[in-house]
């Protein structure tokens, strides 16, 4: 099954503890995203790649870094979460080409306290 | 850059009734434009798109959405709702190049009462 995979679906941290989110695509798409949602100001992009080893920030980068060694695997990496940070988030993946659909992924929420 | 305007954050409605969620947007690019669909505690799923062509486009489900370049609009319509489809709805839009990065409307919360 197609499908794209976040763990933890639910994580609890507290301030200044590093995270890791896990996303994984079965697909072989080149063009992976991260998105958090927020009551209100519905997705924003956070970062995205175009390909393995490529990757540019979206419209709200700060606080977060991500890597993508492999093509399947587009982590999202907290240093130091704080509060503000406490989301929704969502991995994407598509094909590279235009406008394909986004697959995405069933979300992480996020709290931090 | 672009932005996306969805005009109602919650639309409640009766069974078997019309309903049109409106979204317009604004961009300096030519774009491409979504409705996608979150029903609760689970990822987005793409309802329907438009790419060019025709301006009126269909999703397997019911609904359509006409593409209207004068009003920069994308509205959603289904003339009969079920139940199921209570959930909440994004338009979102797509530069043609560069990063290709969706913007989301804020979503419009559908609440279809028996």
């Known amino acids: 099954e197609a499908q794209v995979t976040q763990n933890p679906r639910y994580l609890i941290t507290v301030t200044g503890k590093k995270l890791t989110v896990t996303c994984s695509q079965n697909?072989?798409?080149?063009?992976m995203s991260w998105y958090r949602q927020d009551p209100g100001l519905g997705l924003r992009q956070i970062y995205y790649s175009m390909n393995v080893e490529v990757t540019d920030k979206g419209d709200v980068p700060e606080g977060y870094k991500v890597s993508r060694k492999e093509k399947r695997n587009f982590p999202l990496i907290l240093e130091s979460p704080s509060p503000n940070q406490t989301s929704l988030y969502f991995c994407?993946?598509?094909?590279?080409?235009?406008?394909?659909?986004?697959?995405f992924g069933q979300g992480t929420r996020l709290t931090v306290v | 850059a672009q932005s996306v305007t969805q005009l109602d954050s919650q639309v409640p409605v009766f069974e078997e009734a019309p309903v049109e969620l409106r979204c317009n947007y604004s961009?300096?690019?030519?774009?491409?434009l979504f409705w996608y669909v979150q029903y609760p505690n689970q990822g987005l799923q793409l309802l329907l798109k438009y790419l060019s062509g025709s301006t009126l486009v269909e999703s397997i489900n019911g609904f359509e959405a006409e593409f209207n370049k004068s009003q920069t609009s994308f509205h959603l319509r289904k003339p009969s709702v079920h139940i199921s489809d209570t959930a909440e709805y994004f338009c979102?839009?797509?530069?043609?190049?560069?990063?290709?990065?969706?913007?989301f409307g804020s979503g419009t919360r559908l609440q279809v009462q028996p």
């Open positions: 979102a839009v797509s530069d043609r190049t560069g990063r290709r990065a969706l913007t």
């Open positions: 961009s300096s690019v030519s774009v491409y």
């Open positions: 697909m072989n798409h080149e063009y």
């Open positions: 994407a993946s598509s094909p590279v080409g235009q406008a394909t659909e986004a697959f």
